[in-house]
């Protein structure tokens, strides 16, 4: 990857207001099963693996994501109730390129009855001030579905900028071909993007 230390490693187990980013474990994978249960299987279309069912099958969600961070291209993390430690849903940083210091977000999936109540804002208040602060990241990017209107606007709040749509550019799950929105936040945005975030996650906890 690149002989600078500080690049492409997960963040510290600081906890923000409302959630705890930790390094995903296979340990996860119960509590995996429960938040998505909690969620219900249409939230999943949008994702790229089916509707986990089973323990057996969140295990192998979990695993699939643990295989990639040994092939060092993803960094999975669980996100966790800050005061509770229960796992909320999960998210990654993914799509490494040194030679520009740039970054995906994504994978990401949260307990429905979480939505719209900071802890979103509060996770990506969190990988942003990694990647911008820690990695030296020169831009952030996420992928989404085109149709994925909820995940589309999840990420413009957070100061994104729509640069384009990849079009059939993508099998879902279910077999069909989606066209893919394209994001970005470069690294001078970001402290306006961070003043928000945090305004966000201030009124959440009030």
Known sequence: MTSDAAWWTPPPPDAGRLVRLV?????HAPGWLEAARATG?????WLSRPFPRTLEEARADVADALAAREASTRIPLAQTDT????FLGTTSFY????SVR???VGFTWLRGDLHGRGHNADSKLQMLRHAFERMGAEVVVWHTDALNARSRAAIEKLGARHDGVLRHHKRRPDGTVRDT?????????W???RDRLEARVREAVG
């Open 102 to 104: 740039s970054v995906a």
């Open 191 to 193: 402290p306006a993007a």
């Open 23 to 27: 390094p995903l474990t296979a340990e």
């Open 41 to 45: 299987p249409e939230a999943w279309r």
């Open 95 to 98: 799509a490494p390129d040194p």
């Open 83 to 86: 005061a509770t430690g229960a």
């Open 181 to 189: 929105a394209c994001f970005s936040l470069l690294a001078h945005e």
